[in-house]
């Protein structure tokens, strides 16, 4: 690896270590000046450094080998019960992994070198749902979907806005699922930065929405819905392959955009017709329209770039396992799930370097090639706790890239796959979980 990159990432762990380790950060996220105070085995940096360790297995099982780890041991003991560590794990705010999180990107941009798009920091936002456990109190907080049979059943809103190019999550959030994809979205668009080129599948495109994205001095590309825009409609008939058109606000819009404190004059927007190998005409609006920098050739390809975000919850979902939960509690559910983002984040951080290689040594093959994201993640379940506890970590840091440049596999460009219309879910029963 290079001096640069060792150095970035050794300092992204010092850094992080630094923050979790501070009296003030401790004081901000517990829940009362009174908790984490008394000299105990779960301390505050313990039971953060317990939920960031990709936990899956029975609960009671995973604490006996989390200090077994830490103690260098030989046998994994009951150090602590699953009841001591329920209770304390109440005196923790969730909020604790999305200040992690928040700082190890804003790290990651300030001193690794994150690739671009002519420029752009290139990033998308998606939702999904994420089934929760079955207990009143988060079915009163959430809400459930009732099924045509069988009991109701507790799901949450998930979305993320994620760097499709560097493939970390810039933010995530999981609410009740009460909340509209577009609301949350709008969550996540308050921090876009200038330089920024969201890219909006067709259920977000909205005028307040490209009204809020220009207010931060971001561009987008968004897939638009062929029905409900007029201007769109206009554009299909035409025959064009690219217009400027002009957008003006509903009365909704108009309403969303006051209370939002945006601009209600009207936008200006490029249009695009993408056809497709499947002979299906797709309609891209961007606020790009300088043709000569950006030619209508380079959109059906810029658009598809968003599709790392929808393989991204695959990862969530099957590999980080989201929706294996380790408590039954709204609070577990809102620590659980942004532990795990920020376990993903930083695994992709850290591969970043390894990532270079393997770009490196691919140059001449028939495909480029990448981390395998899967054995990655694999690898980092107890290393990050290794990360956090070792003062010395280089030789850490350097098995784990060793491992990250063997196991690759080959980016195949233009790959696509015919969407699943059912997909049964996995279930994770509180009372069946396996062990090691």
Known sequence: MSHDTTLACVGLLDHLKSRLLSPDFKNRH???EKDFTRRRCLTFAI???????????????ELDEFFKLRANEQVAVRTVTKSAFSQARKKLKYEVFVDLNRTQI????????????RGFRLVAVDGSTSELPRTPEVIEHFGAWQPAQGDPCPLARVSQLFDVINQVSLDAIIAPKAYGERALAAVHFALLQAGDLALLDRGYPAFW???LILAQKAHFCARMPLGGWSAVEKFVASGLAEQIVTLHPGYEATQ?????????????VRLIRVELDTGEVEVLATSLLDAHSYPLAIFKELYHQRW????????????????????TSVLAVYQDFHAKVFTKNLTAILAYPAQKIVRQNSQGKKYLYQVNMTNALSKMKDTVVLLF??????????????VMTQVIEPIRPGRSYPRKKRVSRRRFPMTYKPVR
């Open 308 to 327: 790392p975000v929808e393989e991204d919850y695959k990862v969530m979902k099957s590999r980080t396992e989201i929706e294996n939960f380790t408590g």
């Open 389 to 402: 506890q070792r003062s010395t970590i280089l030789p850490i840091l350097d098995r784990l890239w060793q």
């Open 209 to 211: 929405l490209f009204a």
């Open 47 to 61: 039971v953060v450094l317990f939920l960031l360790n990709l936990i899956k297995r029975a609960l009671q099982d």
């Open 106 to 117: 804003a790290y990651f941009y300030d001193h690794f070198e994150p690739h671009t798009w």
């Open 30 to 32: 517990r829940r009362n």
């Open 256 to 268: 969303e955009c006051l209370s939002r404190q945006l601009p209600i004059e009207p936008l200006t």
